[in-house]
């Protein structure tokens, strides 16, 4: 598109445009001094063409790492190919301010920037132009369906009252341990957790304060639990709890902590300050389970059990072969 | 609208045009890596949208991989380029290209960012220089990292049932860097590009 016979009354105008249009345009020569700085260059980063020429890019702006920008721009220079980068390599190039201060919702303008090669007249490239695009809205608007598609994500794993995984997540993971610790005889546990009397609660304090037991009861398990261990909600008042590199012996003691924890905890829910036990069946893995299920059967044996022995108690299942 | 298709003369002819520009490409990314590129012979097809799929699946087969397109157009003929690196191959790119940073996913981006510019500018550049066409190319777009071949596409309706699609398949001696290239070309850019090539044929 080079028209040799652009008049020279032309220029003027064409000036106007490179002063005027929307993007950023800088030429560079080969020891990157700047030598065009268009005005959208001058008014986000408040830098004069008169103070910006002649200066080396670096100097100018410290937020471009220098080594970084010439492997982008030596390609351009030595190989006469254009190169670009992206906002998702790099949100900016030159730390300018959101065009949008008040409903931008981003702080910095993200920029995506294109550089291509100047051809001289014997045709080698002395000038390399750098074109920088604002697409904050586009980085935004990306990032924004990035954090819904995660929360989906999340939605679809936790449980809504008690922000532990819910049980359609947690089984999967429960069935992967059983698999690993029949194949390496690790020791690990199954804890059943349940409320003591939970219809009693709801039918004299209220569907909010039973709420606000599963709550609670949920938020003190999450502060006894190591990474490696994963609870959920089970059914609706009972808890499942997966211990790994845990024996029966070590699993007994940590459900006792909880019972005594929970025992002596008050509740606060609207209106009543009111307090519960819970009842507690461990089984620790046998190499005689043959399924998942059966494992979850024996738990709640034990569960059933410390149930029927009176509640506020822990059982250990006991395997007989 | 009619069966848009290339004859035998018209395919070789895209088959010559491929060659030099993927040759140009290939001395640019032996330049850019200082390594020697094998030459591949690119392969010219017409193909339909469900072919596509499988066109990708086959180039890249049970391996994890990171995609790139970026869409180019010149005088009424556009298309869009597609770089599809194994993701086995970026501890050796990393090595080559003097990369010090932490390989991890923005790492990887970087280096498939900076091949992806030089392969598909070159390649672009080299097919527009022959038939006379100035293309300018859009931005990059990453289509995805770390992903299986046949899912890179899956997100695309397609708008179009057939594409000329030109196909390259990048390998460098003696490191374990494998990529593919696809150029492809909307079904009303072919009627114009058919013409460019029967007036070269002439």
């Known amino acids: ?321 | 609208m009619t069966d848009i298709n290339i004859t035998e003369d018209q395919r070789d002819c895209y088959q010559e045009l491929s060659n030099v520009a993927m040759g140009q490409a290939a001395d640019r990314l032996a330049r850019l890596l200082d390594a020697y590129v094998v030459l591949p012979i690119p392969k010219v097809n017409m193909i339909e949208s469900s072919e596509l799929d499988m066109a990708i699946q086959d180039a890249e087969k049970d391996t994890a991989v990171s995609a790139v397109c970026q869409g180019f157009i010149g005088s009424g003929i556009a298309g869009e380029a597609l770089l599809l690196f194994k993701d086995t191959s970026f501890q050796d790119l990393a090595a080559l290209m003097n990369y010090q940073g932490p390989l991890n996913r923005y790492g990887e981006l970087e280096l498939l960012m900076d091949v992806s510019s030089v392969l598909i500018g070159a390649c672009v550049h080299g097919i527009g220089e022959q038939l006379e066409i100035h293309f300018n190319q859009g931005h990059p777009v990453v289509l995805g990292q770390h992903c299986m071949a046949e899912d890179i596409l899956r997100s695309g309706n397609h708008q179009w049932t057939k594409t000329l699609a030109i196909e390259i398949h990048y390998t460098l001696e003696h490191v374990n860097i494998d990529c593919d290239l696809l150029l492809l070309f909307t079904e009303d850019s072919v009627v114009k590009l058919n013409k460019v090539i029967d007036y070269l044929l002439d």
């Not at chain 1, 950023?24 to 959208?40: A, E, H, P």
């Not at chain 1, 220098?66 to 006469?80: C, G, N, S």
């Not at chain 1, 992206?86 to 949100?91: A, F, G, L, M, S």
């Not at chain 1, 690790?186 to 939970?198: C, E, G, T, Y």
Request: hydrophobic share 40%; net charge negative; charged share 25%.
């Open chain 1, 1 to 321: 598109m080079k028209d040799p016979n652009i008049e020279f009354g032309d220029i003027h105008w064409l000036m106007d445009i490179l002063q005027n249009i929307d993007v950023g345009l800088v030429v560079l020569d080969r020891d990157y001094r700047i030598q065009l700085w268009n005005g959208f260059m001058e008014s986000h980063s408040g830098i004069s063409p008169q103070n910006a020429k002649e200066q080396v890019l670096f100097d100018l702006f410290d937020e471009i790492p220098r080594d970084w920008f010439m492997q982008k721009a030596e390609p351009v220079f030595q190989l006469k190919t254009r190169t670009f980068t992206i906002w998702e390599q790099r949100p900016y190039l030159f730390k300018f301010k959101n065009y949008r201060p008040i409903t931008g919702r981003a702080a910095i303008m993200y920029q995506n920037t294109s550089m291509i090669p100047l051809e001289s007249i014997d045709r080698s490239v002395d000038h390399i132009c750098l074109i920088i695009y604002d697409v904050t809205d586009i980085a935004v608007n990306r990032n924004d369906v990035i954090s819904a598609n995660q929360s989906l994500r999340e939605l679809h794993q936790y449980d809504h009252l008690t922000e532990l995984y819910n049980r359609p997540h947690w089984e999967p993971k429960f069935a992967d341990e059983f698999r690993r610790s029949q194949r390496n005889g690790r020791a690990s546990a199954l804890v059943l957790i349940d409320v003591d009397d939970f219809r009693l609660v709801n039918a004299n304090y209220g569907h909010q304060a039973g709420d606000e037991v599963l709550r609670t009861l949920a938020g003190a398990l999450r502060q006894t639990l190591r990474q490696t261990d994963h609870a959920c909600r089970f059914t609706g008042e009972t808890f499942a709890v997966m211990l790994v590199d845990t024996d029966a012996q070590q699993a007994v003691h940590f459900a006792e902590r909880i019972r005594k924890d929970v025992e002596t905890m008050s509740i606060i829910a609207p209106g009543h300050e009111l307090s519960v036990t819970v009842s507690i069946g461990v089984a620790a893995s046998q190499p005689a389970f043959d399924s998942p299920a059966q494992w979850q059967q024996a738990a709640s044996k034990a569960l059933n059990h410390a149930k029927e022995g009176g509640r506020n108690r822990t059982t250990l299942y006991q395997h007989h072969s």
